[in-house]
């Protein structure tokens, strides 16, 4: 069984800047991908970014290329979202997303290949 909990969210400015973290616990994090998917007020939920197990490789949303980054340590079992240059378009519950199996990117994109969920934290941005 995997855990994992999110912090790092709240208000912020239009662009501005916000920091996400994933702590995972319960498992063998270095094994695992990761993802960042988030739920906007009235909308499905939608994949944000997913990062290998190494963190040599990472993919994104068109959404968000070029202005979030994720990231992690496995060392501290812990996985990052830095969101930079936000837009109001941005608010959401973020929700760490855990893929134990080795699923593919595209089952991972669509959610499919996701084992377990976080709960989410609320990122608003204001305009």
């Known amino acids: 069984q995997v855990r994992v909990e999110e912090s790092g969210g709240g208000l912020v400015q239009a662009g501005g800047s916000a920091r996400l973290s994933c702590a995972a616990s319960g498992g063998t994090f270095s094994g695992y991908a990761m993802g960042w998917f988030r739920q906007a007020p009235g909308k499905e939920r939608e994949f944000v970014a997913v990062i290998g197990r190494s963190g040599g490789n990472s993919y994104y949303a068109d959404s968000v290329k070029g202005r979030f980054t994720i990231s992690r340590d496995n060392a501290k079992n812990t996985v990052y979202l830095q969101m930079n240059t936000l837009k109001p378009e941005d608010t959401a519950v973020y929700s760490c997303?855990?893929?134990?199996?080795?699923?593919?990117?595209?089952?991972?994109?669509?959610?499919?290949?996701?084992?377990?969920w976080g709960t989410g934290t609320l990122v608003t941005v204001s305009s």
């Open positions: 997303a855990v893929d134990t199996d080795g699923s593919t990117w595209s089952q991972i994109r669509m959610g499919v290949g996701v084992d377990y």
